[in-house]
């Protein structure tokens, strides 16, 4: 609308939404567009906002958490009203337990509107599953609101869904957009007394070790700092892998997905410091990687995290980057030189050796007619560009991926895990993709996550996107399979397997390349894909359907189900 000198211009509010979280930096957006969402939508597009259309609301929203872990900015799911917001509620409450900070852009229906089939709580649903409801009151307030929850998302590190009343959204008001002032996240400095406690765990401690969570990336080199000052090993919980790459004494992942020697080392130490980790069941196998005797740090930027999941020897409340700095810097005043400690040159030979399953012998449990994971894994892994980002699906295959599959630093592991939800692993993928271009997306799925959410391999064919989802197909729910018949034979698992499924025939139906995986002579089919995607030119998905072997239940799987 033109206005005359002197005179605000008016604009519809779903425009002004729009134009407002594009000038707040959003990066992505995700979405299946319908009449309530199809105005908004077009607008961020016109503001130079790319949009990837999925073909489920369930597979946007986790493309836009994927999006947002992997590229550190803002994803946005846009949604129809009710029933779209709806189909996205999973994922939104991954993201949401994840804390991903993340715009859940969808359409709700007029306040007057009590009757209409798309009527439902909205707000209610997004608290269901941890999300923060915001809404565009009223089209005078359109842009404070969408400042509001573009802030919460960021500074509070939150899920927000915002919901657009139609009504509201199809008024107009004064287009103040230029006036947005984009918001600059906060970082809380740690207190002079708890750096000073901190300071002297650290140096009472003869075998410390520090383990970085997903509020430690972003934090490397300060935490390494400090771990080399201190004599501390390092790890990270699942969700940060990668972050250590290069550190000579870097364990990799601590808890279920440990190897033998990164188990024993950890729990063999006096001082464990979480860095932006709530050390959960997950990360610290149920307390047991905790010896009797060590001291437990948290470190993180909310106090409701310190002591969370069991009791600590000190919390300190502060960014994790500005606290080891500042802890590094007292204790340097006391300790001028670094201390060996933890940090030996015996300990770094034997991390090097058998900190990665992948470098842990193993029998190999192939068939005539299936493959060892592990070594499908390991070969596929020395096969796979190195330049690449993993994503992973749940089921008794994921530590495979997670643990075989190397990765260049804590932006080339995507683990959508907070909810425990199969079938999020090839959203996750695309979103990741669109995150890391320059990056080989990889997927890690079982046969039966990956056929949950086998719409969006039409979104990732569509998009020419080079992925190569490797898919452990053994014609189960391998995880439900291997618990349920642990000392009980005589179980009926008719609920949970599955006829044999030819999964490459169906990713070729899609248009994606298939291959059929028995034995490591069958990987020699993905050499011209991968010779293709080397020289630039590949444009299609490869799905390599493994029919793998059982490996009798995956080490990590009865300390998941423990946590059931």
């Known amino acids: 609308m033109s206005s005359e000198p002197g005179v605000t211009r008016q604009a519809r509010v779903s425009e002004l939404v729009g134009r407002t979280l594009a000038k ?15 105005d908004v939508t077009g607008t961020l597009m016109a503001e130079g906002i790319p949009f990837t259309a999925a073909r489920h609301e369930g597979g946007a929203s986790t493309m836009a958490d994927a999006y947002g872990r992997m590229s550190g900015k803002v994803g946005v799911v846009t949604t ?8 996205a509620i999973t994922g939104i409450g991954e993201a949401a337990k994840s804390r991903t900070p993340m715009i859940v852009l969808t359409a709700d229906t007029q306040a007057a509107a009590t009757r209409s089939n798309f009527k439902i709580d909205q707000d209610a649903l997004a608290r269901s599953v941890g999300a923060v409801a915001e809404r565009i009151h009223s089209p005078a307030t359109a842009i404070a609101d969408t400042v509001r929850a573009f802030r919460t998302a960021v500074n509070e590190r939150r899920t927000v869904v ?74 990270t919980s699942a969700v940060a892998s990668g972050l250590f790459n290069g550190d000579s004494h870097n364990l990799g992942i601590s808890g279920g997905f440990s190897s033998p020697l990164t188990a024993e080392l950890i729990s063999g130490a006096d001082l464990i410091v979480g860095w932006g980790c709530t050390l959960n069941m997950w990360t610290m196998r149920h307390g047991r990687l905790i010896s009797a005797d060590a001291k437990v740090v948290q470190v993180d930027v909310e106090d409701a995290s310190l002591g969370a999941n069991r009791p600590i020897s000190l919390g300190v409340l502060g960014d994790s980057a500005l606290t080891a700095q500042d802890v590094l810097t007292a204790l340097r005043s006391v300790q001028p030189e670094p201390a060996e400690k933890y940090r030996t040159e015996p300990n770094a030979l034997a991390i090097k050796q058998g900190s990665r399953w992948r470098d842990v012998q193993t029998p190999d449990v192939s ?37 075989y599959l190397a990765v260049p630093d804590e932006f080339g592991f995507c683990f959508t895990q907070a909810f425990q939800a199969i079938g999020l692993g090839l959203y996750t993928a695309v979103g990741a993709a669109m995150a890391q271009p320059e990056r080989l997306p990889v997927l890690g799925a079982g046969d039966g996550g990956f056929l949950m959410g086998i719409s969006e391999l039409e979104t990732a064919v569509r998009m020419k996107l080079p992925l190569v989802c490797i898919v452990y197909n053994d014609a189960a729910y391998g995880a439900e399979v291997h618990h349920f ?11 949970v397997v599955f006829p044999d499924t030819d999964i490459a025939a169906i990713a070729r139906g899609f248009g994606a390349e ?46 998941a189900f423990q946590g059931h």
Not at 167 to 194: F, H, I, N, Y
Request: charged content about 20%.
């Open 367 to 403: 068939s005539s007619v299936s493959i060892d994971p592990r070594v499908l894994t390991r070969e596929l892994d020395t096969l796979l560009p190195a330049e690449r980002i993993v994503s992973v699906d749940s089921g008794n295959f994921m530590g495979y991926p997670s643990q």
């Open 485 to 495: 018949a642990s000392g009980h034979p005589e179980k009926d698992l008719a609920s």
């Open 162 to 235: 915002l919901s657009l009343p139609l009504d509201v959204q199809s008024a107009t008001a004064a287009d103040e957009v230029g006036a947005v002032v984009v918001p600059v996240p906060l970082k809380v400095r740690p207190d002079a007394g708890s750096v000073e406690q901190l300071v002297d765990l650290i140096r009472a401690a003869e075998r410390p070790v520090f383990v970085a969570g997903r509020g430690g990336r972003g934090a490397r080199e300060e935490i390494l700092a400090l771990a080399q000052h201190s004599g501390a090993l390092v790890a």
């Open 80 to 87: 129809h009203q009710g029933c779209g917001l709806s189909n």
């Open 24 to 38: 707040l930096g959003v990066g992505h957006v995700f979405g299946v567009v319908g009449s309530g969402n199809f």
């Open 514 to 559: 298939g291959v059929t995986v028995r034995a490591l002579g069958d990987l020699d089919a993905v050499r011209p894909w991968i010779a293709a995607y080397e020289a630039g030119t590949q444009t299609r998905p490869l799905v390599i359907d493994a029919k793998i072997a059982s490996d009798g239940g995956s080490w990590w799987l009865a300390e």
